[in-house]
């Protein structure tokens, strides 16, 4: 339930923007929002290949920490909450599509199979100077999941 909340609680922040001031929001993909709000709810269990990359994955948090980069990249950055069993992947790029696309491939590389992303708790945001950019483009909308899912 928690983790409800605090996802909603993310997706919300374009109310929080506007009402702090901020000129509009970044418009999400609700759709996708709501199967990120579904998966991040039922947790669907990994298989066992997907479940020892996320493992693998997790010895990359700084020494004696439970949440934390796990990864950074130019175009991105991974982080992990424990709290949330989530990782939050941080676009640094106006590039979203090809971001995306490159920390998928990370997931792969490090033994995720597709549907290991899909289901392993992996949330995409902008960071906050793409975000102002994508604040003035009226079509656009952010899909805040992995590629494909």
């Known amino acids: 339930m928690l983790v409800v909340f605090a996802v909603l609680g993310f ?10 001031g901020g000129t509009k929001p970044v418009k999400y993909d609700s759709e996708a929002a709501d199967r990120l709000l579904k998966t ?3 947790r ?12 693998k994955v997790l010895t990359y948090l700084p020494k004696g920490q439970p949440s934390g980069i796990v990864y950074q990249a130019p ?3 991974v982080e992990y909450l424990k709290s949330m069993d989530v990782f939050l992947v941080e676009i640094l790029t106006t590039d979203v599509d090809q971001a995306k696309k490159d920390a998928a491939e990370w997931f792969f590389s ?12 992996i949330m995409f945001y ?9 604040k003035k483009a009226d079509n656009y909308k952010f899909n805040p999941l992995p590629p494909s899912c």
Do not use: M, W
Request: charged residues 20%; proline residues 2%; glycine residues 10%.
């Open 11 to 20: 997706v919300g922040f374009q109310a929080y923007d506007s009402f702090f």
């Open 40 to 42: 991040l709810a039922e």
């Open 44 to 55: 669907p269990a990994l298989s066992d290949d997907d479940a020892k990359a996320k493992t």
């Open 75 to 77: 175009t991105f950055r």
């Open 110 to 121: 490090e033994g995720l199979s597709h549907e290991g992303t899909c289901n392993a708790g």
């Open 126 to 134: 902008l960071n906050g100077n793409v975000a102002e950019i994508f």
